[in-house]
């Protein structure tokens, strides 16, 4: 069922400033080292009481619910990227039922998120929109949560302020993409394109028959009847090396090789749509192009020959599996896996930009969002003690050095002999790094670092 016609004007409502404005009002919290005031009313019970407000009328404080709301985008985002790291650890230990259980709920919290920043609070039958600063309004419909999260992620990825946030957020080079596609129109250019990934990044969270049917079989039914699902241990150590390969953050961007790969993925699209022939169909025809996006960022002439290079696939000539996994049915059981956590990643990369955006215009910083970030990487196990915000970026050398030695056994090892027994007793404890998707969020949600 979707949005009844006052719901759905309610998403077509939605007003960026709205949130800004609330998560602004946030610092005072803030600064005492929690997101929303002690006294919040919805800080516990939230669901009950709000239920139960609505019964009785109306929401009893529209500012406490409205501060939730703006507070839970980086928070629900977080909890995506711990999702997606136990989703990891299932897949590495042969658990591809386990694996796609947890990569849904990672793909459903980064929706939440990703709401979340735009106004939208998503609880259970009953949901909220923030329609001005501290304020709050019901939806007037009885939604359950996985099926509110896709209907309202699929009106309001086809708004103008979608694609308008996607071009903000991703930063190949440290540039958005409002600047690389200046010379086509900015950001409106890409506007049809993210509107087709937003919702393709989240097709899981349809409650069509057929998915729901699928995400059941993992989360509630025994494996083994009718047959058992195994993997391939070559295909996982494959896969999840590839993975984490994208999430490599640099100095401009928090998440460069993605970004990268999107504008590239832009750009070819944009050619076929304007010119009705594919880049490869008209190399030199795209070549020139691809020079008239570049020449009006002035980067050196080396720059712009690697830019040149790579954006007509000349090096790095295919686009991280990711990629066109997430693209792929998550009815065909062989890979949904792959494709499951593919699409998680990529939605909680959107969303981890638009809850930094938040921090950003709120003028926090990494010395002020420390409570969060430290206690965070504290429990979950990656360091002890206090870290300060310029020792962050070890966060991915743990990575890196983890990366290598993936190389190191699948060189050691024959693609027959790649099983889940060697990979556990061989990269134990290369697997804890492997599922700690924690940093991820921490370095992609800490500003200013």
């Keep these: 069922m979707a949005l009844n ?3 759905d004007l309610l998403i077509h409502s939605l007003n960026g400033a709205n949130v800004e404005a609330t998560f602004f009002g946030l610092r005072r919290f803030i600064k005492s080292n929690g997101w929303i005031g002690k006294n919040n009313r919805y800080s516990t019970g939230t669901v009950a009481k709000i239920v139960s407000e609505l019964r009785a009328g109306n929401i009893q404080k529209v500012g406490h619910l409205s501060q939730y709301v703006a507070a839970s985008s980086l928070l629900h985002c977080a909890d ?11 897949l590495l230990r042969g658990d591809p039922h386990r694996c796609r259980h947890f990569g849904y709920y990672a793909e459903l919290r980064a929706a939440m998120s990703l709401l979340a920043a735009q106004g939208v609070g998503v609880f259970d039958r009953k949901h909220v929109i923030i329609n001005g600063k501290n304020s709050v309004v019901p939806f007037t419909g009885s939604y359950g949560t996985h099926q509110f999260a896709w209907d309202s992620l699929k009106c309001w990825s086809a708004l103008p302020a979608s694609g308008n946030m996607f071009a903000r957020i991703i930063r190949p080079n440290g540039l958005t993409l409002d600047e690389w596609m200046a010379p086509l129109g900015g950001g409106i250019a890409v506007a049809p394109q993210a509107e087709n990934w937003f919702q393709q990044w989240g097709m899981d969270l349809k409650l069509g028959l057929d998915d729901r049917n699928l995400r059941n079989e993992s989360s509630y039914r025994p494996d083994g009847l009718p047959n058992a699902w195994y993997l391939d241990g070559k295909d996982a150590v494959t896969f999840i090396h590839g ?3 994208t999430l490599e953050p640099s100095e401009d961007s928090r998440f460069n090789a993605i970004d990268r790969h999107i504008l ?10 304007r010119y009705g022939r594919a880049s490869t169909t008209a190399p030199q025809k795209y ?9 009006p960022l002035n980067f050196s002439p080396e720059i712009e020959k690697w830019w040149i290079d790579f954006l007509t696939r000349k090096i790095h000539k295919i686009d991280p599996e990711i990629f066109s996994s997430s693209g792929e049915s998550p009815s065909k059981q062989s890979t949904s896996y ?16 638009a809850a930094l955006g938040l921090l950003q215009t709120a003028s926090l910083t990494a010395d002020s969002t420390m409570f969060w970030w430290n206690n965070l990487g504290v429990a979950r ?8 915000a310029d020792q962050l970026t070890d966060l991915w ?6 990366l290598r030695d993936l190389e190191t056994f699948q060189q050691k090892h024959g693609a027959n002999n790649q099983s889940f027994l060697r990979v556990g007793s061989e990269l134990g404890s290369s697997l804890f790094g492997l599922g700690s998707c924690e940093r991820v969020a921490i370095w992609s949600m800490t500003p200013s670092i």
């Design 381 to 388: 196990g990656l360091w002890d003690g206090a870290k300060s």
């Design 243 to 245: 993975l984490w390969s």
């Design 287 to 295: 070549q020139q192009f691809v020079a008239s996006i570049l020449t």
């Design 338 to 353: 792959a494709s499951i956590i593919s699409r998680a990643t990529l939605l909680l990369r959107v969303a981890s930009g």
């Design 397 to 402: 050398a743990d990575i890196d050095l983890i």
């Design 264 to 273: 590239r993925i832009a750009l070819e699209q944009f050619f076929k749509g």
């Design 80 to 90: 995506g990227w711990s999702y997606l790291g136990k989703s990891i650890l299932a």
């Design 5 to 7: 016609h006052h719901d």
